[in-house]
């Protein structure tokens, strides 16, 4: 009956599992001592005793106390300002290729916390990728970078930074603006902040009175939820045992942890060290009926992964249900993993055939191509797919769907443009010929068989 007093995370699944996963990444590459030595910086006189002047050489002194902070001091970072218009869209830039260079745009400079958050992001670059614990292939670097300034004790810049406000006078007139700067939401930091503590073995900080509101909440909440559920692979307990090698015992154990964030980080890891056979198998297939829809989609991409060793009777009843979910990830893994399948086409087709129709194009061009993998059988969805490229060429100009959608009609009729009279009724000469010109380019770029 007090199930109302239960603390809840401030996160979704998936944030959750990503920030947790990330910074238990970072403590095992970094080393947990470089987390719970920190210092926290705070905005204030104590770690920021010069008086800030806005220009270059101001931007300098703040960012050699910032090396400092952050551990930088092997070498010196260069640094330079450049107008905005040279730096369109960035507040700063971290050159790797003219040996860490730094360079921030000038109107950082009005900002001086701003600017501490943008020098804090740059310099996490150069921590990460000068010392190749990562590259920018990685997909989530930036987010990464992001992370870091937490992990460092620097994480306040950060989390106060992510959305700005400026207010500009003249004369009678009066102009307001908001923006956004970094790539984590405010929440994202606040927990990440609370795993900070957690894993210090701290109290609730005084420094959370410089905390943006949100993130503020988002640390309180959080941290309440990490001491009343434990619910966290960043464990204090367990935290430097957790870089031993994944067995295939531990990792079906993981895979049915009663937590859905463990189980959505134990699909990660199960993809990352490529582990397979039949007990993995079968616990990836069992979380494909999972009540949390993050977790189906990263099953989803397993079954990819593991398709000659998944059986398609058990796991494709369920990836279809996935496909009227309304997270787009996990409707593009349910269509990918169909087509990695090839079920029996009357099993799926109604629901791929609905998915060619969804507002997001990664959900058409998904389905798209698990139709085509159906071949000839597919026949059925020859309308759906016009239509669907129809809408592609013309309204949404997208090249990259219609160019899926396109190998697939190649895929399923053989001459599919003999059926554009019939399918594209209604449609102008100029559509038609696009639409036309899209076919031949496809078929002209699909390797025989």
């Given amino acids: 009956m007090f199930g109302w007093l239960r603390a809840k995370c ?105 600017l501490v958050a943008t020098l804090a992001h740059e310099l996490s670059h150069d921590i990460l990728l000068r010392n190749k614990h990562l590259t920018t292939e990685t997909t989530d670097h930036e987010w990464i970078t992001d992370l870091l300034p937490v992990f460092l004790g620097v994480g306040i810049f950060a989390a106060n930074a992510t959305v700005w406000e400026k207010n500009e006078r003249s004369g009678r007139s009066y102009r307001w603006s908001v923006g956004r700067q970094g790539y984590l939401p405010s929440r994202m930091f606040g927990y990440a902040m609370a795993l900070f503590v957690f894993m210090r073995e701290e ?3 005084a420094w959370k009175s410089y905390l943006r509101p949100d993130a503020s909440t988002a640390l309180s909440q959080g941290l309440r939820f990490l001491r009343q559920t434990e619910d966290t692979v960043c464990h204090p307990r367990t935290i430097r ?89 996990t409707q593009v893994a349910a269509a990918q993993a169909i087509g990695a399948l ?40 020859t309308a759906d797919l016009f239509a669907a490229l129809k809408k592609s060429v013309i309204l949404d100009c997208d090249a990259k769907t219609s160019r899926k959608v396109a190998r697939s009609l190649l895929t399923v009729i053989p001459h599919p443009r003999w059926n554009l009279r019939k399918y594209l009724q209604g449609c102008d000469q100029e559509s038609r010929r696009q639409i036309f010109a899209e076919l031949h380019e496809s078929q002209d770029s699909t390797p025989e068989k």
């Fill in 10 to 114: 401030p996160l979704d699944t998936w944030e959750k599992a990503w920030t947790e996963t990330r910074m238990l990444w970072l403590a095992n590459t970094l080393g947990i001592e470089r987390l719970t030595r920190a210092e926290v910086i705070l905005p204030t006189p104590q770690f920021f005793p010069d008086p800030y002047q806005p220009n270059a050489e101001g931007a300098r002194r703040l960012l050699d106390r910032l090396c400092g902070y952050m551990g930088v001091t092997d070498r010196k970072i260069e640094m330079e300002v450049r107008d905005d218009a040279q730096m369109p869209g960035a507040a700063g830039h971290y050159d790797i290729s003219a040996d860490g260079m730094i360079r921030v745009a000038r109107s950082q400079l009005a900002n001086p916390m701003s």
């Fill in 203 to 205: 109290e609730m900080p």
């Fill in 241 to 329: 045992a957790a870089n031993d090698k994944p067995t295939v015992d531990g990792i079906v154990r993981k895979l049915q942890a009663e937590s859905p964030s463990a189980r959505l980080a134990a699909l990660w890891e199960t993809g990352d060290n490529n582990l397979d056979g039949p007990f993995v198998a079968s616990a990836v297939t069992e979380l494909l009926s999972d009540t949390d829809p993050h977790v189906v989609g990263a099953a989803a991409l397993q079954v990819v992964r593991l398709r000659e060793q998944i059986s398609a009777e058990r796991a494709v009843p369920n990836l279809v249900r996935a496909l009227s979910y309304s997270i787009v990830p």
């Fill in 342 to 381: 090839r079920p029996n086409p009357a099993t799926v087709l109604d629901e791929l055939r609905i998915g060619l129709q969804c507002d997001e194009a990664e959900v058409v061009a998904a389905c798209a191509e698990a139709i085509a993998c159906l071949g000839p059988a597919a026949q059925v969805a």
